[in-house]
């Protein structure tokens, strides 16, 4: 390896619960009516909120891209990872809620094999089954069959 090279974050790859999270009325009710500086405190909370309790749940999060939140455990944390999704949307929706806005965090999950690491300088997943995860509909708390099956449900 030359001098200049980095070296390359180890990619896994195995079986992952993959959720992603989304602030429902984000652009109406956070968004229209908030200056940055207001947008940026409130979006400041909530990822603290998020962070805190997925990484209490043994999962990670993956990247924020405005209200959205990417979110991996590892499968074998699947009951784990149900109650920190939980969670996460409880606290969430208290802490929009307490700010006086009318958004609720809607999760939607699925376990499946994935590949884990280093892509453009951030960690990622990628694989058919973070795409199944997108693609599932929209709802409060979705869980994919996979899921469900695998927490019993």
């Given at each position: 390896?030359?001098?200049?090279?980095?070296?390359?974050?180890?990619?896994?790859?195995?079986?992952?619960?993959i959720?992603f999270?989304?602030?429902?009325?984000?652009?109406?009710?956070?968004?229209?009516?908030?200056?940055?500086?207001?947008l940026?405190?409130?979006?400041?909370?909530?990822?603290?909120?998020?962070?805190?309790?997925?990484?209490?749940?043994?999962?990670?999060?993956?990247?924020?891209?405005?209200?959205?939140?990417?979110?991996?455990?590892?499968?074998?944390?699947?009951?784990?990872?149900?109650?920190?999704?939980?969670?996460?949307?409880?606290?969430?929706?208290?802490?929009?809620?307490?700010?006086?806005?009318?958004?609720?965090?809607?999760?939607?999950?699925?376990?499946?094999?994935?590949?884990?690491?280093?892509?453009?300088?951030?960690?990622?997943?990628?694989?058919?089954?973070?795409?199944?995860?997108?693609?599932?509909?929209?709802?409060a708390?979705v869980?994919?069959?996979?899921?469900?099956?695998?927490?019993?449900?």
């Amino acid at each position: 390896m030359a001098d200049n090279e980095k070296p390359r974050d180890e990619m896994q790859v195995g079986e992952f619960v993959i959720a992603f999270a989304d602030l429902t009325n984000y652009h109406r009710e956070i968004c229209a009516g908030a200056s940055e500086e207001l947008l940026f405190e409130i979006l400041s909370e909530y990822y603290d909120v998020a962070r805190k309790v997925v990484e209490s749940g043994g999962g990670q999060v993956l990247k924020f891209i405005g209200d959205a939140i990417l979110i991996v455990f590892p499968g074998t944390f699947a009951m784990e990872a149900e109650l920190a999704l939980r969670q996460l949307r409880d606290e969430a929706d208290a802490l929009m809620a307490s700010r006086g806005i009318s958004s609720t965090l809607q999760i939607k999950a699925h376990i499946g094999r994935a590949a884990l690491g280093v892509l453009g300088g951030q960690r990622d997943i990628v694989g058919i089954e973070v795409n199944k995860t997108a693609m599932l509909p929209r709802g409060a708390f979705v869980l994919s069959d996979e899921f469900k099956k695998r927490i019993g449900g």
